[in-house]
């Protein structure tokens, strides 16, 4: 979609994010956010309860996902950001860091519209999963198969086919962008299912696990299963915010770059969006950690016992 533009790299707009704005707003962003995934990550691994706890297993994953792009993508970035030029010149490495930028965002964005259908499954339709059976293709099943799929196919269009133009631009300083967007069949299927359709899931069933929860609590009358799920609701509820500010407006963008928006016009909008979007991975450990009271507790009960072991130590 880009390619024309892209061999013309004089007619680009600037980048209206200054460059020392962007490295210190990430450099500051990505070590509190790596040392609270750490945190949340050591919590949900470390409590049995918090382990086994089904609504947590995705929320670990994409923890997970998350913890990746910032031990690896964000320095990079951050690396060329400070010193103007790729840490590492070759188009193998330009390859690698789109996987791991694109189709990390892209499997993030996948695995949560994935949640938000889940937790209708875990708090209204508890029963399906009372089975081993049951839970390994309601639950475990999807998981595995978002993962795997994205892993492959993010695999197939990263490194086949090359974008030469692309990776000369982006050792100008210029953003990776995904050349899937030449071909018209995968672009429509990376605009309408991967980022479209995933974020209207997301705050499609945002919205309607709020309205059922509600009901279910004014019907049944239930104060014990209303506080059980409300803590979920509103975990999710959390989240998706994140997902619809940070990552809605890039693929707003992209639709109506393809279909009305100048191609120009486009990409100073996108300056914006993508350096938007990260923070959707930086705050997520954040939002996990403010609505879950578990989460909090497990914490607070794991720094009071580091803490008299320290004074036994000391004693």
């Known amino acids: 979609m880009l390619n024309s533009i892209q061999n013309k790299t004089d007619y680009l707009p600037k980048n209206p994010i200054p460059i020392t704005f ?5 450099l500051i962003a990505n070590f509190l956010s790596l040392s609270c995934t750490i945190i949340v990550l050591y919590c949900f691994l470390r409590n049995r309860s918090l382990r086994r706890s089904l609504n947590n297993h995705i929320i670990i994953i994409i923890l997970i996902v998350g913890l990746i792009n910032e031990l690896i993508d964000i320095p990079s970035r951050l690396y060329q950001y400070r010193f103007k030029t790729p840490l590492i010149q070759s188009e193998f490495y330009y390859l690698f860091g789109f996987y791991l930028n694109y189709g990390g965002h892209i499997t993030h964005l996948l695995l ?9 499954i875990l708090i209204f339709h508890h029963h399906c999963l009372l089975t081993r059976r049951r839970r390994f293709f309601l639950h475990y ?10 892993l492959i196919y993010y695999a197939v269009i990263t490194f086949y086919p090359f974008c030469q133009t692309f990776f000369k631009f982006y050792l100008t300083g210029g953003y990776i962008i995904p050349c899937i967007y ?3 069949p995968l672009a429509l299927w990376e605009l309408f299912i991967h980022q479209g359709l995933a974020t209207l899931n997301i705050a499609i069933f945002s919205i309607a696990l709020i309205v059922r929860v509600v009901q279910q609590k004014r019907h049944v009358h239930g ?3 209303w506080r059980k799920y409300r803590r979920m609701s509103i975990q999710l509820v959390t989240i998706s915010i994140l ?6 407006p890039s693929t707003i963008i992209l639709f109506a770059t393809r279909y009305s928006l100048s191609k120009v016009a486009s990409i100073s909008c996108m300056y914006y969006a993508l350096y938007l979007r990260h923070y959707g991975i930086f705050l997520f450990p954040f939002a996990c950690l403010a609505s879950s009271p578990e989460l909090q507790v497990a914490l607070i009960n794991s720094l009071q016992s580091r803490q008299q072991r320290y004074q036994t130590v000391r004693s």
């Open 22 to 26: 962007r490295f210190w707003t990430y």
């Open 112 to 120: 949560f519209s994935w949640a938000t259908i889940q937790r209708h």
């Open 141 to 150: 099943l999807p998981m595995i198969i978002i993962f795997i799929y994205s």
């Open 182 to 184: 030449e071909y018209r």
């Open 223 to 225: 104060i014990i299963l």
């Open 243 to 248: 997902y619809i500010i940070f990552q809605f």
